[in-house]
């Protein structure tokens, strides 16, 4: 595995705000990433959607900032920017020249600190119906565009923060009040609950002076609830969700329950799901596409959470002529062979060998590396983890890989979302 060694200085400001630097002097620029600690998973019944509605409102003005100018500012200058909602964080991002790193840096102070005083029920309602639109276009007018959140509903169960998606419920948004929405930015929005790293070309200590200048007097004024752990165990008998939708061909969603992201056995299991469909040369992969050819695609990969679980997932499309069902049972069969003998050498060289790649590649970017030390600084206490990755996953044998799948990825542990082709709705 390469060694790495990124340059990483920290330093936390009176207020709480977590600021991390690494200097990098490849290219004249610089990104600002801003973690703050807020998801959908911080959702409580009836408020869903609001972590994903501030991604929109945060670009509609704040205090001394009018609509949109935090895009039109920053462009002008060169720069790329934009925002993003997971279930357990709220990032917002941009890449400037250095030289326009002062300006990109007031912006986000003034809209991290004085977002309310420009959030309107004008606003407000305005960015509803963005969101209402972003979901029919990427959720419910496309085909699969719901799998996943029926995934998530059909793993996690109802009142765990995993149970449903970030885009959330339109009934909750449209029955939010402006104080509701209010509520929610004070409640989560301030600089002991945030984490700004600073990716690029310039000094630290002139980088931490100009966070302390636009940021130190905000006040730590979010008020996070205290950490609980919604643990949950694998699933003791398989779960299951069939629906009948006018979609190109039928296609099976495999999830699975897995340890949280920290855990050594949530990066054995990621190895395991290369193994099995994340590779072009995985076991599904030659079965099912290549050699019986009763599938078209395979995908496999792992999301890791923080609170209590991890999900692994498979998704294949079974090819014309072919029962989901018996592909299924393939599936089982691999499952089987992995737990009983574990991987070969050859396949974990290769998952290994493809970990190595794809991490070099995300951190020889200046934005995605930002973006990784905000990660793992914000929900794991590491900013030095980009460092540190690559040494752990090489240490994961074959035995722990198989003890790992043993563990967590019995077929009776799995939960199976099925879009099937409706045959009437096709021939019609």
């Known amino acids: 595995m390469a060694d790495i060694a990124y340059p990483i200085a920290e330093r936390t400001l009176a207020n709480g705000l977590r600021v991390v630097v690494s200097e990098d002097h490849t290219v004249p620029t610089v990104t600002v990433n801003l973690w703050v600690g807020v ?10 959607g609001f972590a994903h509605l501030f991604e929109h409102l945060m670009f509609q003005g704040s205090r001394n900032v009018k609509s949109g100018e935090h895009f039109s500012a920053l462009m002008a200058e060169g720069g790329r920017l934009n925002a993003t909602t997971w279930f357990d964080r709220t990032n917002y991002f941009e890449t ?11 912006l986000e102070a003034d809209r991290h600190g004085h977002l309310l005083d420009a959030l309107t029920q004008e606003n407000l309602d305005n960015q509803r119906d963005v969101v209402k639109e972003e979901k029919r276009q990427r959720y419910d007018n496309v085909p699969y565009g719901n799998a996943l959140t029926d995934v998530y509903a059909t793993v996690f169960p109802d009142g765990h923060p995993y149970h449903h998606p970030t885009i959330g419920s339109m009934e909750d948004l449209d029955a939010a009040s402006l104080e509701d929405v209010h509520a929610f930015f004070r409640h989560y929005y301030g600089p002991n609950n945030s984490v700004l790293t600073i990716v690029g070309d310039i000094e630290p200590e002139d980088a931490f002076a100009k966070v302390e200048t636009y940021f130190g007097s905000l006040p730590a004024s979010a008020q996070p609830p205290p950490r609980d752990v919604h ?22 969603h495999l999830a699975w329950r897995l340890p949280v992201d920290s855990d050594e056995d949530y990066l ?25 050819q009763s599938a078209t695609a395979v995908h496999a990969h792992t999301m890791g959470f923080v609170d209590g679980v991890s999900l692994g997932l498979l998704i294949i499309d079974v090819a014309a002529g072919t029962e989901a069902s018996a592909v299924e049972s393939a ?19 290769s998952s290994l060998a493809e970990t190595e790649r794809s991490w070099l ?29 690559l040494n752990r996953v090489g240490a994961i044998g074959r035995e722990r890989i198989k003890t790992a799948a043993a563990a967590y990825l019995q077929p ?15 021939a019609a």
């Open 39 to 48: 998801g959908s998973r911080h959702e409580p019944a009836g408020r869903t």
């Open 96 to 106: 400037i020249p250095k030289g326009a790193l002062d300006l990109a840096l007031w």
């Open 231 to 252: 643990h949950l165990d694998p699933l003791t008998e398989p779960a299951r969700l069939e629906r009948l939708e006018d979609v190109p061909n039928d296609r099976l």
């Open 268 to 292: 054995a299991c990621s190895l395991a799901f290369d193994v099995l469909g994340g590779l072009s040369t995985s076991r599904l992969v030659q079965r099912l596409v290549r050699d019986e």
């Open 331 to 349: 599936v089982v069969e691999e499952l089987e062979r992995l737990i009983a003998e574990g991987p070969t050498d050859v396949e974990l060289e």
């Open 361 to 389: 590649s995300s951190l020889a970017s200046q934005e995605e590396r930002a973006d990784l030390i905000c990660h793992y600084t914000l929900l794991a206490d590491d900013s030095h983890y980009v460092n540190t990755l």
């Open 412 to 426: 009776r542990s799995r939960t199976v979302v099925s879009y099937l082709v409706d045959e009437q709705e096709a």
